[in-house]
């Protein structure tokens, strides 16, 4: 199943298999002046590719390996043949079959490799200049994306809030209020489709609110 809601000028696509007519688990994608943030699991491969057609779509970043993130590149590379890109320590993860436990195979199942490029130092699109930043608290090869001038940032899949990426999101939050001022709205995605909005208070709330209770808010933590 799948579900796509607007924040502004960011799409978000909500993805999870259905059993009797109920998500599983959440991931998320998310769709930003064409290029595409993460591309689910498996299960949802073709309903992402439906959801996808007569929208603008330019390139496609995978935050990180984990077969709820990529689930649908090869699929999105042969409808569409634009490139997919990734961490160079991810790239060689992607173009292999993984091994899965029962229950990753149940939630997102196999992705088909897929033979993705490595990313350079930024992501450019017609309208924003996204700087790619190497997160790899969560996994190796785990990025994420600022925009910098626009003071929002992409975390799309990012497992931002474990290990050495905690402190590079709260230092993306941090830099991204400094950056934008007082009555800018930073916004900030997650992997499991969790999207913060607010203005430099709000945001220091919500961040130490996750330093306070451990939050995890990930989408596959606690694994590799
Ligand atoms: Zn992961």
């Known amino acids: 199943m799948i579900e796509i809601a607007d924040f502004e000028e960011v799409t978000r696509i909500r993805m999870s298999r259905e059993v009797d007519g109920k998500p599983v688990y959440w991931v998320a994608a998310y769709l930003v002046d ?6 689910g699991c498996a299960h949802t491969a ?14 496609v970043v995978n935050t990180h390996f984990h077969e709820g993130h990529v689930g649908a590149d090869r699929a999105i590379m042969e409808r569409f043949g634009v490139p ?21 195979e149940y939630v997102w199942g196999y992705p088909q490799p ?7 130092a930024q992501v450019d699109t017609a309208a ?42 709260v230092q993306l939050g941090a830099d991204a209020e400094r950056d934008a001022g007082d009555d ?11 999207v913060v909005e607010g203005n430099h208070a709000h945001r220091r709330e919500i961040d130490k609110a996750d330093i306070a209770d451990g939050h995890e808010g990930a989408s596959c933590t606690g694994r590799r």
């Open 84 to 104: 997919v890109l990734a961490h160079r320590d991810s790239v060689p993860r992607i173009g292999l079959a993984p091994e899965l436990n029962p229950y990753q």
């Open 34 to 39: 064409g290029l595409l943030v993460d591309t």
């Open 128 to 169: 924003y200049h996204f700087e790619v930043i190497e997160t790899p608290g969560h996994s190796a090869g785990h990025v994420a994306l600022f925009e910098r001038a626009k003071g929002d940032f992409v975390a799309g899949g990012g497992e931002l809030a474990d290990g050495n990426a905690r402190a590079a999101d």
């Open 46 to 59: 073709d309903e992402l590719v439906a959801a996808l057609e007569g929208r603008r779509l330019d390139l």
């Open 114 to 120: 897929a033979s993705v490029s490595t990313l350079g």
């Open 184 to 194: 800018h709205v930073v916004v900030g995605m997650q992997a499991n489709g969790d």
